[in-house]
């Protein structure tokens, strides 16, 4: 058996590894956009078989450990490239899946019709243009193969191979995969994190142990990090409710990804408004994609962490609560900006990147009445991480020099990963004796290094950091 590391490989984004069995069966797992776009450029260069630096053809199987585009988000051009077997995953993320690579078709119908509108064609573009964009109907084509799989429960998939789901937290649906693979009479398991959540989380149950496995495939996002704020969000999210809207007559602006971190604000906010005497502010939820998922986790409720479901059972709902406004169109999304009273806008995209988000960030920057809440990572180069590092008091915002006027906030109780502690709790679970090679992914380089050497100090001696297109025989 073969491991070959086609993605988040020394970096964080862009999920994809290919096992390939002795007799040629080839398993994708994940399938995910990588979010560097420079880096993409560079890399598919190289690539003699188009998109994908292997043959989509000959790829028999694709395992989907989660819903997130980093993860997800090049399913329908492996379609397009050939590939014509299944995707495996659970119930939620086929769900979530569907609505987030809807969501990437629309703004790549939107993409095109502006670099078909442009009078100047870049090479980049014209590359962009011809090879990465994929639309609603080759959407729709991949999710009619993609199959739901039950959480622990042994999926046979090939004669010699199967593999099991177990909860990871980190988002509804999510999963750790552990395969189970005979070769020549033996049998060797291979397990992949998937992105960890962390314990206590809102909505979401804590990951679970995963067996004992011969090879893990292992997350670092936090590999060199703790989390900082060890208050519950609903109280961390009350004071700063209290500072940004209450004491002054502000509004509060908080970037948030609709798939995710959206239904984990409404569901805080819900129990503030219900268990404290907090005025109830107007909140506007400025996501379709956030509306609509977050329909999902009502639907997957069951799936939902024992406190949730509590709650769901004594208020009745999870979600909705007085004051709570969903914003449907761009026209009313933009005139939330004359809206006088003090209010709370719940927009996306979490790092502010492009979406409704970046309007409402460019109209408020400059309002000392203004509060923006950054609640989770945001990569190198984005809006979001120049809010969340305030390295300049200026910001270029769609071709505007903005001075920083509004006060700039961040917690990281919403944060969707496990951190340091998490990690090396979770390797922990696995025998020192027994684990023959850690393969670290998902994380930026320094933070597999360090990482790499707590584990090394713990007696986990064959930990690796592959490179990207490094082959492993196991």
Do not use: W
């Not at 980093?70 to 329908?76: E, F, L, R």
């Not at 719940?346 to 790092?351: A, E, H, K, T």
Request: glycine content about 6%; proline content about 4%; aromatic content about 10%.
């Amino acid at each position: 058996m073969k491991l070959t590391f086609f993605g988040a490989a020394r970096q964080v984004t862009g999920s994809m590894y290919l096992l390939e069995l002795e007799d040629g069966y080839q398993i994708l797992v994940d399938c995910g956009t990588n979010l560097d776009v420079q880096d993409k450029l560079d890399k598919r260069d190289d690539n003699k078989y188009g998109l994908f630096p292997f043959d989509a053809s000959l790829i028999n199987v694709v395992v989907l450990t989660h819903a997130h585009i980093d993860h997800s988000g090049q399913i329908p051009n492996l379609y397009r490239e050939g590939f014509e077997g299944q995707v495996l995953c659970s119930n939620p993320t086929l769900e979530l899946a569907e609505l987030l690579l809807q969501d990437a078709a629309s703004i790549n119908q939107k993409k095109h019709k502006a670099i078909q509108k442009s009078k100047r064609k870049s090479k980049k573009y014209k590359s962009i243009d011809s090879e990465d964009l994929y639309f609603s109907r080759q959407v729709d084509e991949a999710m009619a193969n993609f199959v739901p799989i039950a959480f622990g429960k042994k999926f046979k998939f090939h004669p010699q191979a199967s593999v099991t789901l177990y909860p990871a937290g980190h988002l509804l649906g999510a999963a750790h995969l552990v395969f189970e693979v005979e070769e020549g009479g033996a049998f060797k398991t291979i397990g992949f994190s998937g992105d960890i959540g962390r314990k206590n989380y809102p909505l979401l149950v804590d990951p679970e142990p995963m067996p004992a496995v011969d090879y893990l495939v292992m997350e670092t996002t936090y590999g060199n990090r703790y989390h900082q704020d060890q208050e519950e969000p609903v109280e961390a999210l009350g004071k700063i409710i209290k500072s940004a809207c209450l004491d002054k007559p502000g509004r509060l602006i908080i970037p948030a990804f609709s798939v995710g971190r959206t239904q984990a604000m409404l569901y805080t906010l819900n129990k503030l408004y219900s268990e404290t005497q907090i005025e109830p502010i107007k909140v506007f939820t400025d996501s379709p994609l956030g509306k609509a998922s977050t329909k999902v986790y009502e639907k997957y409720h069951r799936l939902l962490n024992a406190e949730a479901q509590m709650f769901r059972k004594e208020e009745e709902n999870l979600f909705d609560f007085e004051n709570l406004h969903y914003v449907e169109s761009t026209e009313e999304s933009k005139a939330l900006s004359s809206h006088l009273e003090p209010c709370i806008i719940l927009s996306s995209s979490g790092m502010v990147q492009g979406g409704r988000v970046e309007y409402h960030i460019e109209k408020n920057i400059e309002n000392p009445y203004a509060t923006i809440l950054m609640i989770g990572y945001a990569t190198e180069g984005t809006i979001g991480h120049k809010l969340l590092n305030r390295t300049q008091r200026e910001l270029t915002i769609n071709h505007k020099k903005l001075t920083i006027q509004a006060d700039i906030q961040k917690i990281d109780v919403f944060s969707g990963h496990g951190d340091l502690n998490d990690l090396i709790n979770f390797v922990q679970q696995q025998p020192r004796e027994s684990l023959k090679k850690i393969f670290l992914i998902h994380g930026e380089l320094t933070s597999m290094e360090h990482f790499k050497g707590i584990l090394e100090g713990k007696g986990y001696t064959q930990v690796s950091i592959p490179e990207y297109r490094e082959t492993f025989t196991l």
